[in-house]
């Protein structure tokens, strides 16, 4: 009766109840220093996926300087970024992770500007249990490697570095972002990935780098521009001028990246 | 019908039909013929009906047996493994990747196993694509001829039974002739959420063209460069479920 139809509806109440449960806790980290007086206002920053940690870190300075603004990313391959702003996504900032994407919504953002720029790294277990030291190393038959796709920016300078050393990769697996050729590795299904320099430093303790030449290495450029159709120009230029400034900067460097290209 | 339903009822046919009216719309038909005879199209979708049928045949030889199981077998623990058949069915299927990397992967429960014992790993392989698939789809196979076979009249086996008939005699010459109508439909429906599965084969197999990067794969990747391409992938895919979706039209409800 009553009894049993409570006791049958018991599991989902509490299914609800720990979903309720996260969800509000998520709140409450994104909406810390913005219920500050008067209506706060959002911007959405598009950044890509190699950026998560400082861009994490800018946000956070940048809501301190102003509490009214509050800062959510999108971060993903620059790639799938692109594509959402060509179909409309609501972004205010993106910073993509090379030029070319960026040129894919030339019409859709304000002059970009270059803020950072990167190098790779070969990404192994720790330990580097399969002893991989060189490029070359990556096309040993027993070494499976994992690459990002060929229209990630990660995936394309590494295919730029080894074509450009004649290194021949037949990678097990092409993901769709940076950050998954990390996972992978740190899980222990591949056994090496190129990515980014700041990503194996972003990768902890289970991964470890293995360091690309300069001669060989390929220098990844990252723009950042102001999308038009943004409804927050100001603030979003404000995000975009913090980036720019010493303070971005010195977050960029203490991640690990580079200054951008002197132009 | 109640007059309060009809507004309800055309927006959810909208709801439904909008979508694939934007599909068909979006589509410029002369470059859909190119894109079919893009080698890798060909490939993706090859690699699709493999990997499909693959996930149906193991659901067919585990799945059946389980089924069998749970329709006529009284046992302890009976609903637990119930609960765990339609787990898969009710589970976001990127979370079934996840664990199905955590228990077959490099250094999974099962799979660092795998690996010592026999060097088999099956991230990154057809075979891992396969399991993925099976895993989401399987339970779609169990749950309908579970249904079919406690349906059916069972005076027919006990019939055979009398004749003399062994219980795999009876299975294969009685029961499973019954049931095939629920075991097609079973099995159809299986081959579809196969066909369709995404989340668990990007996670646990990855993506690489001819080996694990099946439609819904190119689709997710074509539409970051090549919005027509995708198009084109995604209707090849519309057209295959529409045909199956036809010829099941009698059948979709077994029990019914």
Known sequence: MLRSRFIRLAPLAVAVAVLAAACGSNDDNSSNGSSASGSATEIKVFAAASLTAAFGKIGQDFTAANPNTKVTFNFAGSQALATQIQQSAPADVFASADTTNMGKVSSLVNTPTNFSSNLLQIVVAKGNPKGIKTLSDLSHPDAKVVLAAPD????????????????????????????????????????????????????????????????????????????KASTHQSQAQSFMDMVTSDQGQQVLKSFGFLPPPSS | MPALFVVPAVLAIGFLAIPLFGLLGQVSWGHLL???????????????????????????????????????????????????????????????????????????????????????????????????????????????????????????????????????????????????????????????????????????????????????????????????????????????????????????????
């Open chain 1, 152 to 227: 990630v920016p990660a995936g394309k300078y590494a295919a730029q570095a080894l074509s450009a050393q004649h290194v021949t990769v037949k990678p097990v697996s092409l993901e769709d972002n940076v950050k998954a050729v990390i996972t992978k590795v740190s899980l222990g299904e591949a056994d090496a990935g190129i990515v980014y320099v700041t990503d194996v430093t972003a990768g902890g303790d289970k991964v470890e780098g293995v360091d690309i030449p300069n001669s060989q290495n390929v220098v990844a450029t990252y723009p950042i521009a102001t999308v």
């Open chain 2, 34 to 256: 190119g894109e079919l005879g893009d080698p890798q199209v060909r490939v993706a979708l090859r690699l699709s009906l493999e990997c499909s049928l693959g996930a149906v045949a193991i659901s067919l030889l585990i799945g059946v047996p389980l089924a069998y199981l749970l329709a006529r077998v009284d046992f302890r623990g009976h609903s637990v493994v119930r609960a765990l058949t339609t787990l898969p069915m009710v589970l976001p299927p990127v979370v079934g990747g996840v664990a199905l990397l955590l228990a077959f992967g490099r250094r999974g429960l099962a799979g660092q196993w795998l690996d010592r014992a026999f060097g088999i790993t099956l991230p990154f392989t057809t075979a891992g694509a396969i399991l993925a698939e099976a895993f989401v789809a399987m339970p779609f196979l169990i749950i309908t001829t579970e249904a079919g076979l406690r349906a059916m009249d069972r005076r027919f086996e006990d019939a055979a039974a009398t004749l003399g008939a062994g219980r795999w005699t009876t299975f294969r010459r009685v029961t499973l002739p019954l049931i095939g109508p629920s075991l097609g439909a079973g099995a159809a429906l299986c081959w579809a959420r196969a066909l369709g599965e995404f989340g668990a084969t990007i996670t646990f197999a990855g993506n690489l063209p001819g080996t694990t990067q099946t439609m819904p794969l190119a689709v997710y990747l074509a539409l970051e460069n090549d919005l027509q391409a995708a198009v084109a992938l995604s209707l090849v895919l519309l057209v295959v479920s529409l045909a199956l979706l036809i010829a099941m039209r009698d059948r979709w409800f077994p029990t019914a």
